[in-house]
């Protein structure tokens, strides 16, 4: 079996030197490090990239986005971002069975608003065993975030096997742009445990759980129902109400290999997700990476996603009226597919310019199994990324 | 839960049994394409675009923050 590993996937050849550089790379570096340091000589690099995300009639989000990372004295690594989201346009706030049946309407009140955020994470490696420290910061008008991580991470029988374990923590401001008043706390304890595993010289897998335990606001601000009765003169109007605690749990799977024949390589993940709210959610998204010479590389992605309603998840406010009910249709059953087209461009100098384009599709038909949400309305939305990353 | 840490371990446990791989071997991994985790500042952006609009989140790391996204 080894025997043929070998042959199928003997050591690479040198394409411009390019190929052996990544093996001299390789050679000492940890499984989680290998890919992000690919680039043999270089200690760091520095990128900039802009988001661009429409959807058909109400948000559009423009989100400039920089980061850097570096490598300093061997065992430091550094890592840090910022982005700016600007958002603009309408957002659904009420759904209401005006009409018969319940529908999101859009209300007069449009959205413009801007989120600040920016990210740190350190990591120190001793030896076999690396510690990092992360902290992130993000502010809205109406929601401030502060969260900070610790990670290790054990690399294991001549690295081919990485542990990797994790705590963070989360706390949030909640506010409101139409509730001066409201400025509620919600705190989240985030713990993780990965593995990360080297099967062939062309492939790799990760598996990684993390479970989140959420205390605190949830209830949507902008989020109401409106409910008329076949029985009653005056309707129903009631705000988003939600329980005060989240638990979830995700379990990430990931997946890649190389086809050296082909100069190609398989992008696998695979996410499973549930709460304590009764959602229950798969994610998969496949892309092949082709490279087209030297320079140039396509990569064709296909994402999909699909969930469970949560239990008190309502399109109308049921008599007798519950403690606890939201319309908001995230927590509806439906499910999306996003496919993606990403063209890469590598100069000679090791700059790389890529832009990707996608498109979203959610709707109630797209469950898997069926079951969707009558009330959800159809999403569909288009995004753009250009980015631009250099090493030095 | 623990059955889902199990399985993330069985996963990659299971993979034990694979070929050894030799340090040497190594260098198709060092790709950029295989990484597992994507670029870090347009991965974020991406991730944050859909769990606006999903309920399902996380999974890759821990201490990411929260955002009012509607």
Redesign the interface.
Known sequence: ??AT??RE?P??RARGGA??A??Q?????P??A?????GAAQVGEV???V?G?KERGL?K?T?P???A?AQIAEVWEV?A?A?I?I?TGA?PQLVTNLSGKPVQAVTGAS?N?R?N?G?L?VTRHFGDFALSG?????N?E??H???????GRWDL?????TIAA?????N?R?GSSIDQTLNAP?H?D?????????????S?????????RGRGWYN?P?KLTLTFYPDQILPILLADRRPDHRD???????Y?R?F?GANA?L?ADY???R?D?G?R?H?LEVAW?QDLGDRW?V?PAL?Y?T?SA?DFYSPTIPRPQPEIVSSDQ??AAFG?L?PSLRLTYRFAGGTVI?G?AGY?H?ARSLRFGGGGSEAYTT?RAV?G?V?V?RPF | MIRAIAGAVLVAGACCACTPVAPYQRGYLARPDMALAPDTGTAKALEKTYSAKEAASGGASVGGGGCGCN
């Open positions: 079996m080894a590993e070998d996937a050591a690479p190929l052996a990544l093996t790379a390789a050679l000492a570096l499984i989680l290998i890919a992000a340091r690919a990128g900039i990239a988001l995300y948000i989000v989100e986005v920089i980061w990372n890592q971002s982005a989201d958002i957002s959205i608003d989120r955020t990210d994470h992360s902290y992130t910061e993000s809205e109406d929601y975030s502060r969260a900070y991580g610790v990670e029988d001549h690295k081919l096997t994790g705590y963070g923590r989360s949030d909640v919600r989240t985030e713990y993780m445990l990965g593995v990360t595993r080297i099967l062939t010289p062309l790799l897998v990760q598996s990684t759980v993390a479970i989140a949507d902008y979830t749990l995700s379990w990430l799977t990931r890649r190389h050296p390589t992008q996410r499973y997700y709460d709210w959602i959610a994610t990476q590389s990569r994402r996603y969930q949560a995230r927590l999306g996003s890529e990707t979203v959610d999403l995004f990324l980015s990353s």
